[in-house]
């Protein structure tokens, strides 16, 4: 759809914003319950100590999903400019065995690094391949602007990783066999956004329906130059976690992981406003408008989960048990850090949709200093929450002066 046919139908464009959002937040929505509803058994059935290896190897899961990432973003961004959708998905197979390659070599440095078991290591690392075959399939719907097909499969994903891991769970399984049937249940899940994608093939009204862009087919390389941007993000929402497990005793780890379950809920959250206004950030006409929206509605989210955050905080040991009592009164400080990692997010995906990926580099920056700073702070869980948390306001702080900056015409 071309700009002047966006003038022409304003309340249509708002009626599919709202109507888009909502659909994908509903489906990330329940995908994110079920993530964290995962995390609440886990840490009572497998203990501090069983659940502190169980929650970095998700971190490093997180890690190894990255590429996934930054190929829905590049997925939707050329089925936008016409580029057709077998093309797509041949370069979602190419990017899956490369990624198949990496996460085989990246087992053993991983289970040494974690200290965690050699089998349940590969078990974590083993969906990233197809994390970026799902990952296709969603990149082809966020294109097509099938919303309401997107939040269908992402809640199909989320339940997909969940279910298999707390059956397993509750029968006495252990951290190794958990995260492989985890593993199942997302190849499972993979099949399913297929079925649902090909299904309504013909029912995309998007850009993608009428784009006139050019059909030269993307290659690693577009994936890749998006995937730094994805990489430091994610290494942002997890260094602190992996550094908590190896700077705190064993006792500690595991709480401090029970925190960041509310910095990853204040993260993953409001995800559906970036998914939703990325081709609006992808038009220089509407770029800074769209990214100043995306702030503000992240603000007033984030601020509905910190306030939810310091209420919730006292049931913490009701919920999950007395050992994890100190994690109580800085509940709200592990939310305040998801909700700022949430604007770093929508400005790192604002860099991506217009091509200055070099933006990048504030973020990395920002990661070098995180590891610093905790590095050098106390061995306390307080310490390590307020490091993290400084180091990562300022770095939002100057990548959006970058962002919202005016710019020469």
């Known amino acids: ?94 990017v899956a065995a490369l990624v198949a390659v990496i996460a085989a070599l990246a087992v053993v440095p991983v289970s040494l690094a974690l200290d965690t078991p050699v089998l349940a290591t590969a078990a974590a690392l083993a969906p990233g391949p197809v994390l970026c075959l799902l990952a296709t399939e969603q990149g082809l719907l966020q294109g097509a602007e099938r919303f309401r097909a997107l939040g269908a499969v992402l809640a199909l994903a989320g339940a997909g990783k969940v279910v298999p891991a707390v059956a397993v769970l509750a029968a006495g399984g252990g951290v190794g066999p958990a995260l492989a049937a985890g593993a199942v249940g997302v190849a499972l899940a993979w099949a399913g956004a297929a079925w649902i994608r090909a299904a309504g093939a013909g029912a995309g009204s998007g850009p993608a329906a009428a784009g006139a862009g050019t059909l030269t087919s993307p290659g690693v390389a577009a994936v890749l130059a998006a995937g730094q941007v994805q990489l430091v993000m994610m290494a942002l929402t997890s260094v602190d976690l992996l550094l908590a ?60 989960v910190v306030v939810a955050a310091a209420v919730a905080g006292p049931l913490v040991p009701a919920v999950v048990g007395e050992d994890y009592r100190p994690v109580a009164g800085v509940l709200w400080a592990f939310a305040a850090l998801g909700v700022t990692l949430s604007v ?48 990562v306001v300022l770095t939002t702080l100057v990548a959006g002066w970058r962002a919202l900056r005016p710019r020469p015409a």
């Open 1 to 94: 759809m071309d700009h002047q046919a966006r003038e022409a139908a304003p309340d249509s464009a708002t009626r599919r914003l709202v109507t888009g959002a909502g659909a994908v937040t509903l489906g990330s929505l329940l995908a994110n319950v079920a993530a964290y509803l995962l995390h609440l058994p886990a840490s009572r059935w497998l203990g501090p100590e069983g659940y502190g290896a169980f929650a970095a190897l998700l971190s490093a899961q997180l890690l190894v999903a990255v590429p996934s990432l930054a190929l829905q973003a590049v997925v939707a961004r050329e089925l936008v400019r016409g580029t057709p959708s077998g093309a797509l998905r041949s370069l979602g197979a190419r």
């Open 344 to 391: 770093l997010q929508a400005l790192l995906l604002a860099a991506i949709a217009s091509g200055r990926t070099a933006e990048a580099a504030i973020a990395w920056c920002g990661l070098a200093l995180t590891g610093v700073a905790v590095w050098a702070a106390p061995r306390e869980l307080a310490a390590v929450l307020g490091a993290t948390l400084v180091v």
């Open 245 to 304: 497990r190896a700077l705190l005793s064993p006792e500690d780890a595991g709480r401090y992981a029970l925190g960041a379950v509310a910095a990853k809920a204040a993260f993953w959250l409001p995800q559906a406003v970036g998914t939703v206004l990325y081709p609006r950030m992808a038009d220089p006409a509407g770029h800074r408008g769209a990214v100043r929206f995306a702030v503000r509605v992240l603000l007033g989210i984030g601020a509905l």
